[in-house]
């Protein structure tokens, strides 16, 4: 049983175009979080959330929007995608809100390819 | 400014061999230490987490590591490195002053495992 999961695995899509990563979760937990894995592997965090409230909002444009639809699931949208939107992008999760006692569990990561 | 490093990007060690991965960081208060694995084509993992009390933590896979104050360090160790250990390792931490459990990642050390 995959404890939390993306799809796609792998995204290729072209400039300007809008899409959407999925991300699922099944360990109860109660917080999400985006993470952005740069080409050199550099990774940071974009987004959390906390029982669907947004608690961490990084500097990131705004062609990214997070949605929450309940607590076992955090979405990304991206609009009018860009070159540099090519990257890794990893989903986690943990329980206890802001508390960092939670460890994070992470996604196998998404893949995406902007031509 | 506040960071974490890890100043080694490469490393190549000999299989049975010992192992140590740097990280140091730059925070006033102490911050809440962690080390994540990542194995090729797959999400993070949490090897061993570091809060408080004992400076020596037991980590999974036989990884072992040591908080060190004075030295603003935080140091992943291995007495005997196995093939499958070829990974990507991070070191984060979440400041002593967060309200967000917030991580942030060192640059990633590559560990390649020579037979």
């Known amino acids: 049983d995959t404890a939390v999961s993306q799809t796609p695995k792998y995204l290729v899509t072209q400039m300007g175009n809008d899409k959407s990563i999925k991300c699922e979760q099944n360990?109860?937990?109660?917080?999400m979080y985006w993470y952005k894995q740069d080409s050199k592997k550099f990774l940071k965090i974009m987004f959390s959330?906390?029982?669907?409230?947004?608690?961490i909002n990084e500097t990131v444009p705004n062609r990214f929007s997070p949605k929450s639809p309940d607590k076992a699931h955090l979405n990304l949208h991206i609009n009018s995608l860009e070159l540099g939107d090519s990257a890794v992008y990893f989903c986690a999760s943990s329980q206890g809100g802001t508390r960092v006692l939670g460890t994070q569990y992470f996604g196998p990561g998404t893949r995406l390819l902007v031509l | 400014a506040q960071s974490v490093t890890q100043p080694d990007i490469h490393i190549t060690v000999s299989e049975g061999a010992s192992l140590e991965l740097r990280c140091n960081y730059s925070?006033?208060?102490?911050?809440?230490l962690f080390w994540y694995v990542q194995s090729p084509g797959q999400g993070l993992q949490l090897l061993l987490k570091?809060?408080?009390?004992?400076?020596l933590v037991q980590g999974i896979k036989g990884f072992e590591a040591e908080f060190k104050r004075s030295q603003s360090s935080f140091n992943l160790r291995k007495p005997s490195v196995h093939w499958s250990d070829a990974a990507e390792y991070f070191c984060a931490v979440v400041p002593g002053s967060s309200n967000t459990g917030k991580l942030i990642f060192g640059q990633g050390t590559t560990l390649q495992v020579k037979p």
């Open positions: 959330y906390n029982n669907k409230e947004l608690i």
């Open positions: 925070y006033g208060a102490t911050p809440y």
């Open positions: 360990l109860g937990h109660d917080t």
């Open positions: 570091y809060f408080s009390g004992d400076t």
